[in-house]
């Protein structure tokens, strides 16, 4: 595989965390948020490098409770917009996921 | 080793929310506790002792922070603690089981230069998660000696103890200094930036040069103001900082204060590396297990609503039983007062006085007591965190977080313990609003007003009429509170970082001790001042006492008593009555309720409805029995027929349009004296003026729109 593909395919997987849905693991890249909105979010764990999984939304579609360090945490979707995720493989396969990504598409 | 002497040693507890901080402190002072306010602020300070091997240990419990920014109130509380009244030691207490986030408050202690004793809490939890920790390296890697504590049972704690004395003592060997320090972009600059600040001894007398350091370069706008001062020291750093602030945003393409933060978990993470020899299993599996149900789609909010159900009826139809005790025995010592003291100034004063409003205090305490019991065990338990999660949709839309939920709800029972509840929210933002928010929910106790009213003047559709009148207050609540957000709270919002926490069985004393304080606060801080204010309300309705009746009442109704006739006992009533009537008219707040004549005439409001709205400060009930009084119907006859057919009398003037801006006025105005001492107790005494004046403008307004609109519509 060409070098730049590599590279095309990791940046179309950054993704907004809102992006992400239910049971998707991804990997935090940044997170844009400045002063104490964005030292809040690392405060709380929300840093470069670091593995979450989205566990479920609230009954109304918000907030979204995600795992990270072994913690469960609740965000605002509209806070999740800040935080560039990469995605991982779901557990049930890559082809899965793929399929899920193109049906979303947005 | 034991001293005679009691030597004190000052002991602060901080660490992260849900660490189980407060079992901790719990188990060390027991009922040695006393619950204050921070200096200045309305947020709580918990301070407690125990004697333990010869010294007297004094422990301040440290609001529960995730760091030390400048960014948040109790952030600032706690390290403004630790820099100025420099306690002997900090004890971090940390959940065990979440190492890499709890750390990131130890590294920032650490740095502060105090002497710290890690307490690795809830022990039991890591020990089932099979996981593994190479304890001694964590004591090496931090400089700081390991305890291991059960919170909830109290193992551990007196070990605990043991290392602190042995801290203070210099024996131990596992206490020793390490740097944090940060990676080759940063280190240098912190250094340099450290050695600058050390020359200037007047500064580096009182605080940690490195700490500082770092807090310049962070920006830190609390920190930059020990330096604001314009001499030559502190311009040559600022040039050094603001130049240390561009190589590293040039060379890292961040703002220093990230890079400081990433920095910081490199740290930890490389630490854990060699700590941890085996991860935590998932310790959430049983909590996801319980979230499946607690927080599901479909289920979430028919449990969330049938456990708020239960907390409500728990707290007003259940304590209702015992407040009508309370209520009954007040009653029984006012009617004693009566007997036992000769009428006249004295026995009002003590009776009417003293007597009733010792009974308006005591009366609210089973509701607290109940309250806070069902609180405190949702918030142990973690429910308190998913009822934010499922909530927080709805709240978020008028400016609120989904832990104002329940006191919100709270509010259509009683203002009093619903504004005591505000404290389980974290930010002071939120406080405040929620707090001032809180009097727009319809309390029980002017239901009574509405039942009145609608009755009277509405009988046919008198429920529709009293269901909109608390869908008003709601709708109220939204507005308002998207407007106070637009315009008292702006700036950057902070996010709704929120964590859920493993559910966990309360423990018997967390829920005693936590409602025993609510209770001990209620009594002791607001009781007096509450009693104050009654009284005052009462001199207001006495006084003067040489009126000067148009009618000579008295003389009147001593020769009808010497008649003895039938007929003579209906005139001596309405007599007595009629004097009743004049004299409230002619006390100071009948003459306010005149004075305000003018300003209620826009909303066709009479003096009666005046002097009603007055008593109301006391509490919503006595708007009733105050317009019984002035209607002559006596105070007695306040339920019966008679009090509706005064109201309802055309001669009167009150008309159905006027009734309906009245009962919204009641709604919207401050709910009673006791609710207003609430509020300061929760979040000061300017916020206390601003609330009553906010609602008392809002109250007027609908109401005057409402009579105005009405009647060009023509439905007056």
Same mark, same amino acid.
């Given at each position: ?106 | ?25 719990? #188990? ?26 010869? %010294? #007297? ?8 922070? %995730? ?37 990131? +408050? ?69 206490? #020793?200094?390490?740097? !944090? ?110 979230? +499946? ?11 969330? =609503? ?25 009653? *029984? ?21 003293? !007597?009733?409003? @010792?009974? &308006? ?108 009148? %608390?869908?008003?207050?709601? @709708? ?11 315009? =008292? ?15 966990? *069985? ?9 409602? *025993? ?20 309300? *009462? ?10 009746? &148009? ?49 209620? #005439? ?66 919207? %105005? ?34 005057? +729109? ?6 060009? =519509?023509?439905?007056?």
């Amino acid at each position: 595989m060409a070098e730049s593909k590599v590279t095309d395919m990791i940046e179309s997987n950054i993704v907004p965390l809102s992006q992400l849905q239910s049971e998707e693991t991804a990997i935090i890249r940044a997170v844009k948020g400045r002063g104490a909105f964005g030292r809040r979010l690392s405060d709380m764990g929300f840093r470069a490098g670091v593995q979450l999984t989205v566990i479920k939304q609230a009954p109304l579609a918000d907030p979204v409770e995600y795992l990270l360090d072994g913690c469960h945490v609740s965000l605002r979707r509209e806070e999740a917009k800040d935080i560039l995720v990469e995605r991982l493989k779901d557990a049930k396969g890559g082809l899965r996921f793929r399929w899920r990504r193109r049906q979303r598409g947005r | 080793m034991e001293k005679k002497t009691t030597r004190t040693i000052r002991i602060a507890l901080a660490g992260n929310p849900n660490s189980g901080k407060t079992s901790i402190f719990n #188990r060390i002072t027991g009922a040695h506790q006393k619950v204050g306010n921070w200096p200045g602020v309305t947020v709580e300070k918990k301070t407690g002792y125990t004697d333990f091997k010869g %010294y #007297r240990l004094e422990v301040v419990d440290l609001p529960g922070t %995730y760091s030390l920014t400048a960014y948040s109130l109790e952030e600032r509380i706690a390290r403004r603690y630790i820099i100025e009244s420099k306690p002997d030691v900090v004890t971090n207490v940390i959940d065990g089981g979440n190492l890499a986030r709890s750390l990131y +408050l130890t590294t920032q202690l650490l740095e502060m230069g105090v002497d710290v004793v890690l307490d690795l809490n809830m022990w039991d939890e890591v020990c089932k998660s099979e996981a593994e920790y190479d304890l001694q390296k964590l004591e090496e890697l931090l400089g700081a000696p390991v305890a291991l504590t059960v919170g909830h049972r109290g193992d551990g704690v007196d070990s605990l103890l043991n290392m602190i004395v042995e801290l203070v003592e210099n024996r131990s060997e596992r206490h #020793r200094h390490v740097p !944090i320090t940060y990676g080759s972009h940063l280190e240098h600059v912190v250094k340099d930036i450290a050695t600058m600040i050390e020359k200037n001894s007047s500064v580096s007398n009182h605080y940690p040069p490195r700490w500082l350091a770092v807090k310049l370069l962070e920006g830190d706008e609390e920190v930059k103001e020990i330096f604001c001062e314009s001499n030559s020291a502190n311009t040559e750093l600022k040039q050094a900082v603001e130049a240390a602030w561009t190589h590293i945003h040039k060379t890292t393409g961040s703002d220093p204060e990230r890079v400081i933060s990433e920095n910081r978990y490199g740290y930890i993470d490389g630490a854990l590396r060699e700590v941890i020899s085996e991860r935590p299993k998932d310790r959430m599996e049983l909590s996801r297990q319980i979230d +499946l149900v607690l927080t599901n789609r479909l289920l979430g909010y028919p449990i969330f =609503l049938v456990l708020m159900w239960l907390l409500f009826q728990l707290t007003f139809s259940l304590g209702g039983y015992p407040m009508n005790w309370i209520g009954t025995g007040v009653e *029984w010592l006012a009617r004693l007062g009566t007997t036992a003291i000769p009428p006249g100034l004295v026995q009002e004063l003590i009776v009417d006085g003293v !007597i009733g409003g @010792v009974g &308006s205090v005591i009366v609210f305490l089973p509701n607290i007591m109940i309250l806070f019991l069902g609180i405190a065990f949702l918030e142990d338990t973690g429910y308190m965190a998913r009822a934010a999660f499922i909530t927080d949709r709805v709240m978020h839309f008028m400016g609120l977080h989904g832990k104002s939920f329940i006191p919100m709800l709270m509010g259509f029972g009683c203002s009093v313990p619903a504004i005591m509840t505000t404290r389980t929210l974290e930010s002071r933002k939120d406080r405040v609003l929620t707090t001032l928010l809180i009097p727009l929910m319809s309390c029980s106790a002017r239901l009574p007003v509405y039942i009145l009213f609608a009755g009277v003047f509405f009988a046919d559709s008198a429920g529709n009429v009293i269901f909109l009148i %608390y869908l008003t207050g709601i @709708v109220m609540a939204f507005l308002v509170g998207r407007l106070f957000r637009k315009i =008292l709270f702006r700036g950057e919002v902070a996010p709704f970082v929120m964590e859920l926490p493993p559910y966990r *069985w309360p423990t018997l004393l967390g829920l005693t001790i936590h409602m *025993w304080e609510r209770a001990k606060i209620y009594l002791k801080k607001m009781g007096g001042v509450i009693l104050v204010a009654s009284v005052i309300l *009462w001199f207001l309705g006495a006084f003067p006492r040489d009126l000067d009746y &148009s009618v000579d009442y008295d003389s009147q109704i001593r020769s009808l008593e010497r008649m003895g006739t039938p007929e003579a006992g209906g005139q001596i009533t309405r007599l007595r009555a009629a004097k009743a009537s004049e004299a409230i008219e002619k006390s100071y707040v009948g003459r306010l309720g005149h004075l305000v004549e003018p300003l209620i #005439r826009p909303l066709g409001f009479n003096w009666q409805m005046g002097v009603g709205l007055l008593t109301g400060f006391v509490a919503k009930e006595v708007v009733i029995s105050s317009m019984g009084v002035l209607y002559q119907v006596g105070e007695e006859t306040q339920e019966s027929e008679s009090l509706k057919e005064a109201l309802g009398d055309p001669r009167h003037g009150i008309t159905p349009l006027v009734a309906l801006g009245f009962m919204l006025f009641v709604l919207l %105005y401050t709910p009673c004296v006791v609710a207003a001492i609430a509020v300061r107790r929760e979040i000061g005494t300017r916020w206390m003026f601003f609330s009553i004046f906010y609602q008392l403008v809002l109250a007027w307004g609908v109401a005057f +729109l409402t009579y105005q609109i009405g009647t060009v =519509l023509g439905t007056g």
